[in-house]
């Protein structure tokens, strides 16, 4: 028996609509996109097509850049900051996604003021600590939509609304929102993955709202509108495009679909105590402790379950997660957290099968 897999903020499994739709790329039509011959012009067309059908889940009077990840379309987008003249201030909320964090402390280094702004015991950003560090010298405020590790949602609109009152720019990390709830209006940048969304790891995008400059992060032939050199996938390009047609036909019922299993699994696990807001929350992530549990050795003992004790990113690191570690908790509690992630393909028997392993080995680690 395969086992029962709930770890879809680290990856979903590719939709079967979408293999079809990338499979003709990866055989016989296999042109090069900048290429000026039919095959080319052909691939070239795809690639459009996959442009557009993102767009229509983004905000209007903006621009998709196809890039090879979400950390690169970050790491495109924070590259904004540069280009507002005399300002130098960069802030982010703490509990971003390292690809936002990390890069932002980076710019620490090269001239820049960044700020980590702290969020409550909920996990929500505290407003009025965004509205202390804003002034003439705010350059950008990165703010992420859903939070990988906890599932809160952050009003984006009110901080997009503040941040431009001082002529900043707003970047969102939209990957574990985007195709699954309504997205910001007011963003500048918008940056969302291609494997988070039932589409193919290897490719992300960057919504950029029309009339702000981002300098190239890579240099080179001058491809994807002189800003990311190299020669794009048309199969890639199609697989996130009919990911994303795929996500604007099927949100609701997805989002009613997972609302039921979160459901399910919030009955099923009564004695454990939710990390983050229980209203401002995406259902499909669902972050709970046990006190006194230690999850690697849950995680070793349930190998029937694929499920995380955090962000994939940070597995390997041998760091606490940052982002507990912002809510409050102490070490102990930090390590007695799961993560369980509900998706498009996941039924309520995975559920209580999940639920029913997990909640024995713990018992009999308690115990």
């Not at 694929?306 to 597995?315: E, I, K, N, Y």
């Not at 393909?345 to 115990?367: H, M």
Request: charged share 20%.
């Amino acid at each position: 028996m395969n086992p029962v897999y709930l770890d879809n903020q680290a990856t979903t499994p590719l939709a079967p609509e979408v293999f079809d739709a990338m499979l003709p790329w990866l055989k016989d039509s296999f042109g090069n996109p900048h290429s000026p011959h039919m095959m080319g012009r052909k691939a070239a067309a795809a690639v459009e097509v996959a442009r557009e059908q993102i767009a229509g889940l983004l905000p209007r009077g903006g621009r998709v850049i196809f890039t090879g990840s979400a950390t690169e379309a970050i790491n495109l987008a924070m590259g904004a900051a540069r280009t507002q003249p005399g300002r130098n201030g960069i802030a982010v909320i703490d509990t971003e996604h390292a690809a936002v964090r990390d890069t932002a402390l980076w710019y620490g280094t090269q001239g820049f003021e960044t700020r980590l702004l702290p969020v409550d015991p909920q996990g929500l950003l505290l407003l009025e600590e965004l509205e202390a560090s804003l002034g003439p010298q705010s350059a950008l405020v990165g703010a992420m939509l859903v939070n990988n590790e906890i599932g809160v949602i952050q009003p984006i609109e009110r901080i997009a609304a503040m941040a431009h009152r001082v002529g900043a720019l707003v970047l969102c990390d939209a990957v574990q929102g985007f195709g699954r709830i309504a997205l910001p209006q007011q963003a500048d940048l918008i940056a969302l993955s291609g494997h988070k969304i039932y589409g193919p790891k290897g490719i992300g995008a960057l919504w950029v709202r029309d009339g702000i400059d981002i300098p190239p992060l890579i240099h080179g032939g001058g491809q994807e509108q002189g800003i990311r050199s190299g020669t794009l996938s048309p199969a890639l390009c199609a697989g996130l495009g009919a990911a994303a047609q795929l996500c604007a036909e099927r949100q609701d019922a997805d989002l009613a679909h997972i609302t039921s299993l979160a459901d399910k699994a919030r009955s099923l696990f009564a004695d454990w105590t939710v990390n983050g807001s229980l209203d401002q929350r995406y259902a499909g992530n669902l972050n709970i402790r046990r006190e006194g549990l230690d999850v690697a050795r849950l995680m070793s003992d349930v190998r029937a379950v694929a499920f995380s004790a955090g962000s994939a990113c940070a597995s390997g690191s041998g760091r606490p997660s940052h982002v507990l570690a912002a809510l409050g908790l102490e070490p102990a509690a930090i390590k007695s957290s799961i993560r369980l992630g509900f998706g498009r393909y996941n039924n309520v028997e995975d559920v209580e099968r999940a639920a029913g392993l997990i909640n024995q080995a713990a018992e009999k680690q308690l115990s």
